[in-house]
T-cell receptor, first 112, second 111 residues
C-alpha cells in the first residue's frame, strides 16, 4: 500500500539556520503530496501542497518540490525562526481516494 | 479559528464510562473524518463520512462508534475503552479533492 517515510526527529537548529526535512513516498499512480504543520496544543494545518511532478509548493518561506524520479518531497526553509518550532507531517493522497496517508512527523526545535 | 471545532479539548474517562466527542465544521464541506494520533505513530484514519454516509471504517474496534447526523456534525461515541486508546483524536473535513482542514483535537486519557 501507499506509505510515507520521514526523517526521525527532533531536528534542532539555531535561528536563521537552513532547514531540510526529508520525505519519501511509495505509491501507485500519481498522488498529490502535502506538508502539514502542528503547533503545540493544536491540530494540523496545511502548510503547502503539490499535485504533480516538478510542482513546487511554497508558503511562509517553506518550499517543497515534487520529485517523481526520486519519489521525494523534501521540505526546506532558508532561515528558520523560533516560531517555526512545531511538528511537520508529510502526507500523500492518491487519485480517486480521500484517504490521506501520513508520515510519523518530524519535530523541529529552533533556539534563539 | 480553524473552521473545524472539536469539544471537549480534554477528556479523562474510566474504562467503564461512556462518553462522546463532538466535531462541527463551518466550512460547507461534504466529507468528515476521524483520525487518531498516538505518540511516535503515523496518524491513523478511523472513519470517513461523505454526505453523511460512512464510506470508510479502517478496522476500528466496535468500542468506537461514529455518528454523522448531517454534513456539519460528526460524533465519536466511546464505551468500554482501554488505556491504549489514550490519544489525541482529530476531526477533519474536506470538499471533494481539496486538502483536509483539521480541528484542534480532543486529548483523551483512559484510566
Amino acid at each position: 500500500g501507499d506509505s510515507v517515510t520521514q526523517m526521525e526527529g527532533p531536528v534542532t537548529l539555531s535561528e536563521e539556520a537552513f532547514l531540510t526535512i526529508n520525505c519519501t513516498y511509495t505509491a501507485t499512480g500519481y498522488p498529490s503530496l502535502f506538508w502539514y504543520v502542528q503547533y503545540p496544543g493544536e491540530g494540523l494545518q496545511l502548510l503547502l501542497k503539490a499535485t504533480k511532478a516538478d510542482d513546487k509548493g511554497s508558503n511562509k518561506g517553506f518550499e517543497a518540490t515534487y520529485r517523481k524520479e526520486t519519489t521525494s518531497f523534501h521540505l526546506e526553509k532558508g532561515s528558520v525562526q523560533v516560531s517555526d518550532s512545531a511538528v511537520y507531517f508529510c502526507a500523500l493522497k492518491n487519485t480517486g481516494f480521500q484517504k490521506l496517508v501520513f508520515g510519523t512527523g518530524t519535530r523541529l526545535l529552533v533556539s534563539p | 479559528e480553524t473552521g473545524v471545532t472539536q469539544t471537549p479539548r480534554h477528556l479523562v474517562m474510566g474504562m467503564t464510562n461512556k462518553k462522546s466527542l463532538k466535531c462541527e465544521q463551518h466550512l460547507g464541506h461534504n466529507a468528515m473524518y476521524w483520525y487518531k494520533q498516538s505518540a511516535k505513530k503515523p496518524l491513523e484514519l478511523m472513519f470517513v463520512y461523505n454526505f453523511k454516509e460512512q464510506t470508510e471504517n479502517n478496522s476500528v474496534p466496535s468500542r468506537f462508534s461514529p455518528e454523522c447526523p448531517n454534513s456539519s456534525h460528526l460524533f465519536l461515541h466511546l464505551h468500554t475503552l482501554q488505556p491504549e486508546d489514550s490519544a489525541l483524536y482529530l476531526c477533519a473535513s474536506s470538499q471533494e479533492a481539496e486538502p483536509l482542514h483539521f480541528g484542534n483535537g480532543t486529548r483523551l486519557t483512559v484510566t
